[in-house]
């Protein structure tokens, strides 16, 4: 009988693989193919020395990828030849951690609960029956908790709760799938609920119960989650929204919901196998969803709106609130804050900020170190598209394929998050928002010292946008280091090339609201040919006067003015005095602003979609007066996508020149042709989906005669108008049929949520030549 050979492996496994239950896992592999030999954390990740049977060792190489551990992201593993165990050594046996030299483990971020923590939480028999707090190596606080590194209990919030006993037996217990886990706790030693007033006075009872009361009599609740409060309401009372909503001063803004379980959502919207399998991910982030027509949500949920944004529990505590008797069958949940505001993350602060908002308060003693708000994704074209990257994936880094140099990206205005350059890993923030007022620019400013911390670097380096008059701008320059000026749109198209590891050259089309533009004019609707190095602007939108400045943003009626004047030129205004939709704004208003476009004075000239859009939905009568950002865009999209496949009506007449070496998509055009539209008193969806056709047949053509010039077939799609579902898809679908390759954003957001990346591997690159 031959003897069978055996060999021994030391491998370094990189990645998220710290505070998920890697070790555990490495440990019952090995004894699964009989194997011996150690595992042990250090700084760069989990150190493995493997001896014994030669497939079995391959075997268990492989095994370390196709069956890691639901949370754990494996960056890159380097196997090296090794000796066999020293002499007398037997089995496989985990070592205490190894530290020195910089670490470069990325911190984990919050994972919703796993199932087995979710049956024992529902199982009488289980000593954490009910625990609002349960959680193990594969589920629970992790980033919203670490004060500073390394990632062990003493450095988290978790610190001021000492773990009883049993906890102790389950957290060094190499086969526990709670070894290691920091945050580990049970009713007898760890966090706890509290119910309170309205004035923060603790009440007695069951809370859980009495909240499930309170949401059922109307009650607003401040519930204390994860990573930040949310205010809660019963979504099937049409008055406990519009309370909400006033006492928010939040009018129109679609607001997001939570059920319980795949049925209750079943039950509400739409649901394919991949929203499925989105909504139950470890991620657990909110999912736009195409509502049911006739559902027992208030109208006042997302008004106007044919998709809802909808979570499931992704506590504990939020699955044991479904489970009791009085919960409405959904709820809104909606960011713990005043508009405009960072979302509340201390009891105190709650009680302060929130009073007068919420009529209780569920609150429990873990602190949260750092503010993390839910994540946003919708399924279009196929694939996850995040639209607000936070809670399950931040911070986990995005490696980076092409060389960059340390440096931190500031990032935009609206919509920010930073990211930070490591080691070639590039760790984008959770979402910050918007930097304008003095609460939210304190919150970027403590999220950059805390990354600064629990990364263990601070870059000397920075990139920021072009836009001079951005706060990040300001902080970046104020860093009094070298800092590179990114414009927008380059920093939209190289957060793609980032993402998906390329240098370029690639056309890329970026859609959006506004963007700083190095002549004079605002930037939004912008065709270039890109690389990590730079950008000629090969095409754009043709210009609209935005009638008041930024105004025009918040009125879109000034736009369908704008665009009317584009097109019939004084004639403009007469027209416009004849169409029902704009009958409603003051006559003295329209002639005021008459006079602005005719002397543009106040009226700088713009390529934006973002306000294309605008003054269409205007002219249709769906919004005079937005109400949030994109609230014209997204009505628009809502009744364009009301038009079923089979009475797809053709796109308005193209009118795409050059001029001046550039390629023009002319809108002018566009007046004439919906005004003759309404005047046949065509519906508006009709015309809203003629109006999408346009803009998707407009870019195919620019782009192909692009293609023929460069001789570039892939093609970037980027901005916040491709968040629109039935654009983006269309746009996709046509490009892909005259076989262009097409890129754009995945885990990271395609709106200003993303720019930090993109200036960081544009700036990046130019620092480290």
């Known amino acids: 009988m031959s003897e069978i050979e055996t060999t021994a492996r030391r491998l370094n496994v990189h990645g998220l693989v710290q505070g998920v239950g890697f070790r555990p896992f490495v440990y019952r592999l090995a004894h699964r193919f009989s194997l011996t030999g150690t595992v042990a954390n250090n700084g760069q990740g989990v150190h493995i020395h493997v001896h014994g049977p030669a497939a079995a060792v391959d075997n268990f190489i492989a095994a370390l990828q196709s069956e890691a551990p639901p949370v754990a992201r494996i960056a890159a593993i380097d196997v090296h030849a090794?000796?066999?165990?020293?002499?007398?050594?037997?089995?496989?046996?985990i070592l205490p951690s190894c530290s020195g030299g910089q670490t470069s483990v990325p911190i984990a971020p919050d994972i919703a609960t796993c199932k087995d923590c979710l049956a024992e939480i529902l199982d009488p028999g289980n000593r954490r029956y009910y625990y609002p707090f349960t959680n193990c190596t594969n589920c629970g606080p992790r980033f919203s908790i670490v004060e500073r590194i390394p990632y062990d209990r003493p450095n988290t919030s978790m610190r001021v709760f000492p773990m009883c006993a049993a906890c102790r037996r389950e957290y060094h217990d190499p086969l526990d799938r709670r070894f290691h886990a920091q945050p580990n706790a049970c009713p007898s030693c760890g966090p706890c609920l509290s119910w309170h007033d309205h004035n923060g006075a603790p009440l007695a009872g069951d809370a859980l119960a009495l909240a499930a009361a309170a949401l059922n009599g109307g009650a607003v609740v401040a519930i204390k989650g994860l990573g930040g409060f949310h205010l809660a309401v019963d979504a099937g009372s049409q008055a406990a929204v519009a309370t909400l909503r006033t006492r928010k001063y939040r009018r129109g803004k679609p607001l997001a919901i939570m059920v319980r379980d795949l049925e209750a959502v079943a039950e509400f919207c739409h649901l394919s196998d991949e929203e499925t399998a989105l909504l139950t991910a470890p991620e657990h982030p909110i999912v736009l969803l195409k509502q049911r027509r006739f559902n027992r949500l208030a109208a006042l949920v997302a008004p106007g709106l044919?998709?809802?944004?909808?979570?499931?529990?992704?506590?504990?505590?939020?699955?044991?609130?479904?489970?009791?008797g009085r919960v409405p069958a959904a709820l809104v949940m909606t960011s713990g804050n005043r508009s405009d505001e960072p979302i509340c993350n201390g009891n105190d602060e709650a009680l302060r900020r929130l009073h007068g908002l919420a009529d209780f308060f569920?609150?429990?003693?873990?602190?949260?170190?750092?503010?993390?708000?839910?994540?946003?994704?919708r399924i279009m074209a196929g694939k996850i598209r995040l639209l607000r990257r936070a809670r399950g994936y931040a911070p986990v880094p995005l490696p980076l394929r092409q060389p960059t140099a340390d440096i931190l990206a500031c990032g935009a205005e609206v919509k920010n998050s930073f990211c930070l350059v490591r080691d070639q890993q590039a760790y984008l923030s959770q979402h910050i928002g918007e930097l304008t007022g003095p609460e939210n620019f304190a919150f970027y400013r403590e999220s950059i010292a805390h990354f600064n911390s629990i990364l263990a670097v601070t870059p000397e380096q920075s990139a920021c946008d072009l836009h001079p008059d951005y706060l990040s701008t300001r902080f970046a320059h104020g860093r009094k280091l070298p800092c590179r000026a990114v414009q927008h749109h380059h920093a939209h198209i190289g957060a793609v090339l980032a993402e998906h590891g390329l240098d370029g050259p690639v056309l890329g089309v970026v859609l959006d609201g506004a963007g700083f533009g190095p002549d004079g004019t605002?930037?939004?609707?912008?065709?270039?040919?890109?690389?990590?190095?730079?950008?000629?602007?090969?095409?754009?939108?043709?210009?609209?006067?935005l009638p008041g400045g930024d105004q025009a943003?918040?009125?879109?009626?000034?736009?369908?003015?704008?665009?009317?004047?584009?097109?019939?030129?004084?004639?403009?205004?007469?027209?416009?005095?004849?169409?029902?939709?704009?009958?409603?704004?003051?006559?003295?208003?329209?002639?005021?602003?008459?006079?602005?476009?005719?002397?543009k004075l106040n009226c700088p000239s713009s390529s934006s979609c973002g306000r294309l859009f605008d003054a269409v939905a205007a002219l249709t009568g769906l919004c005079l007066y937005s109400e949030y950002e994109g609230q014209a865009a997204m009505l628009l999209e809502a009744w364009a996508a009301q038009v079923p496949s089979f009475a797809t009506p053709a796109a308005y007449p193209l009118s795409c020149h050059k001029q001046d070496g550039l390629w023009i998509i002319d809108s002018a055009s566009l007046a004439e042709h919906i005004v003759r539209d309404l005047g046949t008193e065509m519906d508006a969806a009709i015309i809203a989906r003629r109006f999408h056709l346009w803009l998707v047949e407009s870019l195919v053509t620019v782009l192909l005669a692009l293609q023929r010039q460069t001789g570039l077939q892939k093609v970037v799609l980027s901005g916040g108008c491709m968040q629109n579902k039935l654009l983006f898809e269309t746009l996709v679908q046509r490009l892909e049929e005259h076989d262009c390759s097409v890129l754009a954003g995945e885990l990271v957001p395609m709106n200003d949520g993303g720019i930090a990346l993109g200036q960081a591997y544009t700036g990046g690159r130019t620092l480290c030549v």
């Open 522 to 545: 605002v930037f939004g609707g912008e065709i270039y040919r890109a690389d990590r190095s730079g950008y000629v602007r090969l095409g754009r939108l043709s210009h609209l006067l």
């Open 82 to 93: 090794a000796t066999g165990v020293l002499e007398g050594e037997a089995g496989f046996r």
């Open 362 to 377: 569920l609150l429990h003693d873990r602190e949260i170190v750092t503010r993390v708000d839910d994540s946003v994704a």
């Open 553 to 599: 943003a918040r009125e879109p009626w000034r736009m369908a003015l704008a665009l009317l004047y584009q097109g019939l030129g004084q004639a403009a205004f007469a027209t416009a005095a004849r169409l029902p939709a704009l009958a409603v704004v003051p006559e003295k208003k329209q002639q005021l602003l008459a006079q602005m476009l005719v002397k």
């Open 306 to 324: 044919d998709v809802l944004g909808v979570m499931l529990p992704a506590t504990p505590l939020h699955h044991l609130l479904f489970q009791q």
